[in-house]
């Protein structure tokens, strides 16, 4: 993200004098509310009035009720509740030039003139085609007498800032909209139903999922569960579809697979433009091939329930981000929308990104689909090469002679099983021979290695825990053995799958090197960790499940504390010493505070954030929630914590603590971290085999280099390759996290949305970015 130095203003007083107004529009998407009250809470801490339009565009034309001041208590218990709380409609009235003449008429009245929309690309283009004519309608109202000359003159300038909510991820220059997560989440519930019921039987299932110009949830939902085959409107199949499609569940089943999924977007389509629906698919496969076959159409399903935990920390980083926009807007800053790139916040200009979102549709109904593809924007092409290499190749009938072997190391975690599977699939289809190690270094040492094949690790992506067996034993004390087995099992290359204890392992072996020839082979380390704690990556496989389980556990407790009213749950999150866990489940949940050991707190916090939640229980939100990591301080145990909580809200709050334990290892893994986990799985193997090729000298394998070890991790905006020697200087042994963690810049967020008087930093804000840049040629 470009970032700006600008002179510190007092943010507190960003908005003062300022007015704001929140609508959401089009379809609804879970994560919304999330928006809607990060957006009302950071303007009211600017010191701006923020209004609720309620039923989108229509309550902007029709105002009066429909246009209402916003409180801070009017947000609260939001967060987890799906749709939008203060409605959407379709409007008919905003797109004729009378019914915006009587929006702007009604915003004037209020001196609002700084509008946050949160809908599609049509609610986004509707209002920059309404600013753009801002100034003729007030021109207009002014001759007709409905406003003054000084109302017109108080209001001359409306700003915009947009903030896409659609569960189709059909918006380009965002990898991520509100509510896609989240509608993933529940394809995949029913995914993961169906599958057990298919294969009870031998069946083929058809499932039919929402995207009527955009296949991201087909996609994804391809990739998360291992599917047969995928059909989405930015890339229909190739002439011959039919036998091509035969052969393949025809090849899957003879196998030894027991069930087949298709998935196919609303939207399908063939190379003639003519529509591809589960019907005709189901004929198809029924008349040829005669298997017993079912087709589940989603429907709305998808988006209902509550919002994910990622669409609710999305939607209150974008809020925090739209009212920042706004207030740093000036009459020259084009509209914008505040999207999210890898795990940044970003502004890009609006109307840019709906062009390009337009152009998709275009280079569609052109036969142009590979452009489609990449205007889609990098994560989508990602995502489309990896579901062509693993649900479209055969593997090779000539072999490379090169043995890989995939070991998990560490605590277990959801999506360990993705990656392997991944891993295992893409070393057969490159040539490889796939070695399993179980139970960790451990069966590194004892000989606990098997081949693993194609069939073996079916059904994997949406199992939790570890199907390999995990052990934290770390490899030093075991280096002789370890090399004998890497000569007798003839291992070429490694791929170790785990948490901390993956990464100093990884280390313990590249240090072997000198004493240890056999040590000299290509390795890369795949972060999965529920801790998030491994150097030279943002994101570990394992967290986001972990999150989820964190924060829909703290929604119950919520829930409970409402109904008794005045009383603090103390809640005890898992971690280490890294407190990600506790303060994204911290902002996802609604927390009032969160204690880690990276941000250090002495008596005189705790003593303020209890007389906080005693100011707290003052007003109609009486509840409060407090997370604690499991390391963040020797002495300020839970214990402590909820005695002292206990003692001092006496007669104004009671207190009860829980410690979440090894429920947040366990669960099937999010539809985040299957696909994260295929991802990584695939990507590293396709590493190893150019390292592979590289480091063959004089008919054998041998790798020395720093780079030929390398941590696969996500930063910032790509998945990158580091050597683990040059993350030394970036890691905390002791304490067994990074030294530098992105996460902890939004930290403050968190507080400030729980209503603490604190300083938001705003000398570094998001330059506006031009969505052109984003479209790659080549994906990473």
């Known amino acids: 993200m470009s970032k700006a130095q600008q002179p510190a203003m007092d943010p507190t007083k960003m908005g003062v004098g300022r007015s704001i107004a929140v609508l959401t529009s089009g ?3 879970q994560g919304m509310n999330a928006a809607v009250r990060a957006t009302v809470r950071v303007g009211l801490y600017t010191g701006a009035k923020v209004y609720f339009v309620h039923e989108g565009y229509q309550g902007l034309v029709d105002g009066g009720e429909n246009i209402r001041l916003a409180t801070w208590e009017s947000v609260s218990m939001m967060l987890q509740l799906g749709g ?13 030039r009378e019914g915006r003449m009587q929006a702007a008429c009604n915003l004037v009245k209020r001196g609002i003139t700084n509008l946050c929309v949160i809908g599609g690309d049509g609610s986004l283009t509707g209002a920059n085609a309404f600013r753009t004519e801002w100034s003729g309608l007030l021109t207009d109202l002014v001759r007709d007498g409905k406003i003054t000359e000084d109302e017109a003159k ?8 947009g903030m896409v909510g659609s569960i189709d991820n059909d918006f380009c220059g965002t990898d991520m909209t509100i509510g896609t997560d989240s509608a993933l989440h529940r394809i995949i519930e029913v995914v993961d139903a169906i599958t057990t019921t298919a294969q009870s039987h031998q069946r083929t299932f058809i499932l039919e999922v929402m995207g009527r110009h955009c296949g991201y949830l087909a996609l994804v939902t391809a990739l998360a569960c291992g599917a047969d085959w995928v059909f989405i409107p930015e890339m229909p199949p190739d002439e011959g579809w039919e036998d091509h499609l035969c052969r393949r569940l025809t090849d899957q089943r003879a196998r030894g697979c027991r069930l087949n999924v298709i998935i196919v977007a609303e939207g399908a389509m063939n190379r003639d433009g003519k529509p591809i629906s589960s019907d005709i698919i189901k004929k198809l496969v029924t008349d040829r091939l005669g298997f017993d076959t079912r087709t589940t159409i989603l429907g709305h399903v998808q988006r209902g329930g509550t919002p994910s935990a990622f669409d609710r920390i999305l939607g209150s980083r974008m809020g925090v981000e739209a009212v920042m926009a706004l207030l740093e807007a000036t009459p020259d800053t084009p509209a914008c929308v505040v999207s999210l790139s890898g795990n940044q916040a970003v502004r890009l200009p609006l109307m840019e990104c709906v062009q390009v979102t337009k152009d998709v549709t275009s280079a569609m109904s052109q036969g142009k689909f590979e452009e489609a ?11 489309w090469n990896t579901y062509k290499l693993l649900g479209h190749i055969n593997p090779p009938d000539v072999k490379s002679n090169i043995n890989v072997a995939i070991v998990n190391v560490g605590a277990p975690c959801a999506g360990m099983n993705a990656a392997v599977r991944s891993a295992v699939r893409m070393g057969i289809i490159q040539g490889h021979s796939m070695l399993a190690v179980h139970d960790g270094f451990d069966g590194l040492a004892h000989g606990q290695i098997e081949p693993i094949t194609w069939t073996s690790v079916s059904g994997w992506t949406g199992k939790g825990g570890s199907m390999l067996g995990t052990k934290r034993t770390l490899p030093a004390k075991l280096l002789e053995e370890i ?6 099992f003839n291992i070429h290359a490694l791929v170790i799958v785990g948490g901390f204890e993956a990464y100093v392992g990884g280390l313990e072996l590249v240090q072997a090197r000198e004493k240890y020839e056999e040590m000299c082979i290509p390795m890369v380390v795949i972060p999965a960790t529920v801790s998030n ?11 986001d499940t972990a999150l989820n389980t964190i924060t829909s556990t703290c929604d119950r407790i919520k829930q409970s504390a409402a109904g008794t009213k005045r009383r603090v749950f103390i809640v005890e999150t898992m971690g280490g010493y890294c407190g990600y866990l506790a303060t994204m489940a911290g902002l996802a949940a609604g927390a009032d505070a969160a204690y880690i050991f990276e941000d250090k707190f002495n008596i005189k916090d705790l003593e303020l954030n209890v007389e906080h939640l005693v100011d707290k229980m003052k007003t109609t939100v009486k509840r409060g929630l407090i997370l604690r990591n499991e390391n963040c301080n020797a002495n300020y145990t839970t214990d402590f914590i909820f005695n002292l909580y206990s003692e001092e809200g006496k007669g104004i709050f009671d207190c009860r603590k829980n410690v979440l334990g090894h429920m947040q290892q366990g669960g099937t893994p999010t539809p985040f971290d299957r696909n994260f986990g295929t991802k990584m799985g695939a990507k590293s193997i396709l590493w190893l085999t150019e390292k592979l090729k590289e480091c063959y000298r004089h008919g054998r394998i041998f790798a020395n280099t720093p780079d030929s070890a390398c941590v696969l991790g996500m930063r910032k905006r790509s998945l990158n390759f580091q050597p683990l020697v040059e993350l030394k200087a970036d890691t905390d042994f002791d304490h067994r996290i990074p030294k530098t963690q992105w996460w902890l810049k939004i930290r403050p967020i968190m507080k400030i949305l729980a209503k603490y008087d604190i300083k938001l930093d705003t000398s570094e804000h998001a330059d506006m970015e031009h969505v052109i840049k984003k479209r790659s040629p080549l994906a990473k």
């Open 533 to 543: 704690n491994v150097p030279g990556s943002d994101f570990s496989i394992g967290a």
């Open 27 to 29: 379809g609804d998407a």
């Open 483 to 488: 090399s004998q087995n890497i000569a007798k």
């Open 84 to 96: 939008t709380v203060i409605g959407s409609a379709r409007c008919k009235d905003f797109r004729a």
């Open 373 to 383: 593809i990449k205007l889609r924007g990098k994560s989508f092409e990602n995502n």
């Open 154 to 161: 108080k209001s001359s300038h409306l700003n915009i800032v």
